[in-house]
């Protein structure tokens, strides 16, 4: 019989009791099983396929790309996925080291918490422009709170001498 063999995240953390709390991210937020959390971009070439990639990496690409002002982007965690991912590694141990929980469990809170359940969209009639109420879809929701975690990440530590790991 062959043993099934329990894949720590970064050898540390096991993900394998985390229960999503909010039904409606059941199906948006992934935690895959892996030593480390790096793909190579196999999802983008299928449409819906990032909600398969672990949450982790997700984090990972949206902390990469921190926004679209030149200041703040050029030359700062652009494009350097083991310099993002050592980052997350020793937040996570900062993490856990504070409260004593799972870090991916914090993760997962936190994106749970973050996540909107509705946004506006403009509906134009005859020249006149109304703001509507609508849903947000799973996938949309996650990206949000991720991408809303990363901008609070980089609001924190631009200009500020302390490490990007204790802001996280």
Partial sequence: MAETKNFLLF???DMSDIEIKD???KTAISLRKQILPYTFGRSALKRFNKAEVNIVE???NKVMHFGKKYAKNTGRMTGKKTKVLNTVKV???IIALKTGKNPVEVLVRAIEYS???EDTTR???GGTVYHVSVDVAPIRRVD???KF???SIRDATYSNPKPIEEHM
Avoid: E, S, T
């Fill in 11 to 13: 050898r540390k953390w």
């Fill in 23 to 25: 039904p409606g991210l």
């Fill in 58 to 60: 997700r984090l990972c």
């Fill in 91 to 93: 937040a996570f141990d």
């Fill in 115 to 117: 996540a909107p359940n």
């Fill in 123 to 125: 509906i134009v009639y």
């Fill in 144 to 146: 949000m709170a991720l």
């Fill in 149 to 151: 975690i990363a901008d």
